[in-house]
């Protein structure tokens, strides 16, 4: 790492994995070439992903991000971040006249399409997840007449299903294990008929940020978490620190934010870095702890991440002129590339 020091006895464990996992990079290079290819803007329903560093570059490049599919005009392209959206969305998006890309995760796109396979055999879904979060209220559009929340083990007293035997959980993807797991040995108390899904729901960087985390939190006193707040499984590191042994854990999007004060009596800092997150804004907390005496690096490796996604199909082909040609088959005035 280059940051080796012998004097001090201060050390950094930096988490590996950490940051962008396969989904996010593909959702941020997906807009990059969006506006590469098409030129500005390219409008963003939602945060493309949660990181407000990201978002910001983004904006810079001429993203715009857009809470409502609405705000976009006719004949525009508007993309899909990686949370996903409900089928309403894509026949709001189709009713405004705009061409669609979409940066779903392809692990998000798996959980709905459980979903509709589910709600087809007439099953009650229990959603674990949390209200509000994107991802959850797009996985709950896909079969909302079947799907009820439940976020959380203090939730399932309340959980009422119209056969016990005919139920079958799914998850929301950012969620931390141990968390989920509580939830579902809770359910399966109440419905021991309680199907699982096919796979683990939770993602496969999520589980092995989580279990970087775990290992290094036993040694450090002090685990700093780069993300943003709004981010589901950057708050979830934080928690999963705590309980592994941490004396203390906070969440930052930048060095900035790092209180000196956290560092009293701290030998041994944790580092990692939530799903969003990219590389830079580490480096920078890794700087900026060597400036305070903490420029020992150690690796803390819980697994090999090789896993990559195809771009979205959408970038292979013209969406400007299609964009256009939406406008002119259903009538009214564009304006492209406003």
């Known amino acids: 790492m280059g940051r080796m020091t012998a004097s001090s006895g201060r050390r950094v464990l930096l988490a ?8 996010v990079d593909r959702a941020v290079i997906a807009v990059e070439k969006a506006l590469e290819q098409y030129g500005a803007p390219i409008y963003v329903r939602h945060e493309i992903v949660h990181n407000k560093y990201v978002v910001q570059t983004l904006e810079k490049k001429g993203a715009i991000f857009v809470e409502r599919t609405e705000e976009v005009p006719p004949g525009n392209i508007v993309m899909f971040s ?15 006249r705009l061409a669609t890309i979409d940066a779903t995760c392809p692990l998000v796109t798996k959980v709905h399409k459980e979903a509709v396979r589910y709600a087809g055999e007439d099953y009650d879904i229990l959603l674990i997840g949390h209200e509000g979060h994107e991802e959850v209220i797009g996985t709950s559009g896909e079969a909302p007449d079947h799907i009820q929340l439940v976020d959380g083990p203090e939730d399932v007293a309340k959980v009422e299903v119209r056969d ?18 509580e939830t579902v040995d809770a359910l399966k108390t109440k419905f021991p008929g309680l199907v699982s899904p096919p796979s683990d729901d939770i993602c496969y960087a999520t589980q092995n940020r989580q279990l970087a985390v775990k290992q290094m939190g036993a040694e450090a006193e002090l685990v700093i978490v780069v993300g943003s707040r709004n981010s589901s499984n950057s708050k979830r590191l934080v928690e999963v620190a705590k309980l592994a042994g941490a004396r203390d854990a906070h969440l930052v999007d930048f060095a900035a934010e790092i209180d000196e004060a956290w560092l009293d009596g701290v030998t041994t800092v944790g580092v990692t870095s939530g799903a969003s997150v990219p590389e830079v804004l580490v480096e920078q907390v890794l700087e900026w702890l060597a400036e305070r005496g903490y420029a020992d690096v150690e690796l803390v490796k819980a697994a090999e991440e090789s896993i990559t996604f195809s771009l979205p199909k ?6 400007r002129d299609e964009a256009a ?12 590339g406003a």
Not at 16 to 23: E, H, I, M
Not at 325 to 336: K, N, P, Q
């Open 164 to 181: 016990p035997s005919k139920v079958v959980w799914l998850s929301q993807t950012t969620l931390s294990v141990d968390e989920t797991m």
């Open 82 to 96: 990686a949370h996903g959206v409900a089928p309403v969305v894509h026949e709001e998006a189709r009713q405004g």
């Open 325 to 336: 040609a939406l406008v002119a088959e259903r009538g009214g005035s564009g304006t492209a």
């Open 16 to 23: 590996a994995p950490r940051g962008y996992c396969a989904g």
């Open 314 to 319: 959408e970038l292979r082909r013209d969406l």
